[in-house]
């Protein structure tokens, strides 16, 4: 095998951070398997092809697995003529266990399979939160995936479906959790298994699980549902440990960076060295959590907010999502079942009424908010807004109407915590 | 395809998404949704304490993303020596491991460098930019992010491996203006500045020309008749050159080896802490795309880097700092010029502008 000259990505070994281009090499000299050896050497002279000129040379196409119409990012070189042993070189998307979670021996059962059918190169994990393997011919692709998917792995989704969900570390870890966000991350998304695999959606499908308003797996900007972990009732004190961290870190310091950085201006602190805050009007930005977290904690009466519609700039700018569902307890069977519920009439209406090429937070924007409220059948709520309606073109006939529906949800609700 | 080939084809089975509790370290699985609180005794260490009182110490490393099954092995065979077998991934694609023992701790970290892991990416560190698959994979990219990330790792590696940032600085990186690396306090992405160049011979074999035309966002794609063959026109004067066209109809190519530039972003910010989540900025654009090793890019990151390092206040992150001390300041101290194109007029654009006397002198 002649070794193309690969003198500008070369370049790429330099310095101390890992170099990928190093591992590519790695498997091009001193991989066992001649395929492997060859389908890396001609995929390095493609990359530096492409440093010379500033151009990519990949060109999607059709490739799924028997049974399926997605997960496969098809990937065929359109200067295969000169690299012919990557002139295939799909990636397959595998959906990770909630939450990111490995054995050691899984991992390696994963590389021993991948080096068997594929290019030897993996990414743990794409943006989307897929695992990344990066690299096989059409005819392996399915030879893969029928030895994975045999020990419990599956292909996520590519293409206008549903795709891979993420969840954060989680109860598994966190104390700021305030669900189980596995449970909510696989529920959903194995509830649309069918969505998943067999694109027939108007675009691209995303739900995103955060144990807390942190929000750690960007929901709110990058899913289409978000699930975020809240709590309603009062942040938890530990006095004595709060103390210790006034004495340890200043009055000023405090003042400074926890009292006055409360958005809501609902913290202040005691003459005592102990803190007081107005959780009334606690918005649950987790800032003082996050800086003392020993002596602060979320409260015990916990639950999810759930937005709908973010997503990035194609087609009509960015959008970030919008509460459709301020509170609500995941604690009992039915609780769950309505998550999946909300997830399914939210997915129905969208699939009907969006335009091809539409994520949802767009079809929102055209439609509006309200139609699309009724549409999935969840009333209105102040939560949902940052502030009411500023333009007063409007038609408001059946305001009255529309006040008794709000009186009467009033009285329900006083009803319901009574 | 052959009968034979059509009988051995098996049915997948369906799981979907796997359930990440078999995986989990047996002191996470005991304490689930028990944990107490957290601490951070050095940077890229954790230690989670349970009300149990029994403690799980976490130490997280950055890698090439790009793993090759060498260095995968080597991540597991240092999980087995020096961990207790049990790993998982962060979203920026870090490497964490989990012991229950503290003695294992710094055994483990000696162990990651030694093989050349960078342990980090904690707190107030610049953690490991989140990217995309640029020229290795993707097929519209504009640049390779997976070389610019690791060029510009390798210039603030420090600042990945301590914590001398006011708080965590996120970064991020996309080769085309889909933007999949996502918001970042600083996100370095493709920024087209010439219309696609349309190769029409192709068009009408490739591209399914309606949802072309519907793709555009400023409706500057008609269908035209070129050279006797059905094609598609773009309004060069209306088009604003976001690319959107090139998925869809790879016969318009948007790339251009000159022409594809690079621009920076701040002030993206995904978390809900002290303020809502916010969009990333536009603060430099016109940087060339300049492979192997982008140097003009990475110079203008840094120089953001230490002003905010130099000027914000603890716990602020970049949005927060230029919120405090506006936008003058924030181009004066980076001494980045501000241009007529960090105006923003898509739609909805004016609620951007200053519409009061707040002016800081």
Known sequence: MKKHDTPMIDELENGPWPSFISGIKRLRDTHPEKRINEMTNDLLGQLEHSYETRKGYWKGGTVSVYGYGGGIIPRFSEVGNVFPASKEFHTLRVQPPAGNFYSTSM???????????????????????????????????????????????????????????????????????????????????????????????????????????????????????????????????????????????????????????????????????????????????????????????????????????????????????????PFMKLEKEEDWERLVEIAEETIDFWADNALEHERCGEMIERIGLVNFLEGVGIDVDPNMVANPRESSYVRTDDWDDEAVKWYEKADQREKDSA | MGENAKKEMRTPIETGCPDGFQYMHPTMRKNFGQWKYHEHPRP?????????????????????????????????????????????????????????????????????????????????????????????????????????????????????????????????????????????????????????????????????????????????????MVNGKPSLEVDEKKCICCGACFPPCPPMQINDPEHSKLAIWVGGNHSNARSKPSFQKLVAAGIPNNPPRWPEATAIVKRILSAYKEDARDWERINDWIERIGWPRFFELTELPFTKYHIDNWRGGRKTLNSSAYVRF
Request: some cysteine; charged content about 25%; glycine content about 8%.
């Open chain 1, 107 to 325: 991992l390696r059962q994963l590389a021993d399979s991948w080096e068997k059918h594929g290019s030897g190169l993996v990414t743990f994990h794409g943006q989307t939160g897929n695992i990344m393997f990066i690299g096989s011919t059409t005819e392996n692709t399915q030879h893969f995936f029928d030895e994975i998917n045999d020990y419990g792995f599956d292909l996520g989704g590519a293409g206008p479906c549903v795709r891979t969900a993420m969840s954060c570390v989680g109860a598994g870890r966190c104390e700021m959790s305030n669900v189980n966000e596995h449970k909510a991350h696989r529920l959903l998304v194995n509830n649309f298994t069918d969505d998943v695999h067999r694109p027939a959606l108007p675009y691209k499908f995303k739900f995103k699980v955060s144990g807390c308003p942190n929000d750690c797996m960007n929901s709110i900007e990058r899913a289409d549902m978000s699930v975020i972990g809240t709590w309603r009732d009062d942040i938890k004190v530990d006095q004595e440990e709060f103390k210790k961290y006034v004495e340890m870190k200043g009055r000023k310091y405090v003042i400074d960076n926890i009292v006055t950085r409360c958005p809501t201006n609902a913290i202040s602190l005691n003459d005592d060295d102990s803190i007081q805050i107005d959780n009334q009007n606690c918005v649950k930005c987790m800032h003082c959590l996050n800086v003392v977290p020993k002596a602060l904690q979320c409260g015990d009466d916990k639950g999810v907010t759930i937005l709908i519609g973010g997503k990035r700039t194609l087609k009509i700018g960015d959008l970030m999502g919008t509460v459709i569902v």
């Open chain 2, 44 to 224: 890229g260490v954790l230690v989670h304490v349970a009300h149990s009182g029994e403690e799980i110490w976490t130490v997280r490393a950055g890698t090439q993303r790009i793993l090759d099954v060498f260095t995968l092995r080597t991540l597991c065979d240092i999980g087995d020596e020096f961990a207790d077998g049990y790993v998982r991934f962060t979203i920026r694609s870090n490497i964490e491991y989990m012991v229950s023992d503290k003695d294992k701790v710094q055994p483990l970290i000696d162990a990651l460098e030694k093989e050349g892991f960078i342990v980090g990416g904690t707190k107030n560190s610049v953690a490991m930019i989140s990217h995309t698959q640029g020229w290795l994979h993707c097929d519209i990219p504009g640049t390779d992010a997976s070389g610019v990330v690791k060029a510009m790792m390798d210039e603030l590696i420090d600042e990945f491996r301590n914590n001398d940032m006011p708080n965590r600085v996120h970064l991020t990186t996309s080769c085309c203006q889909i933007n999949c690396g996502g918001q970042g306090d600083i996100a370095i992405n493709i920024q087209h500045t010439k219309p696609p160049k349309i190769n029409h011979d192709l068009v009408s074999n490739v591209c399914e020309r309606p949802s072309v035309v519907a793709r555009c966002p400023v409706a500057a794609i008609r269908p035209a």
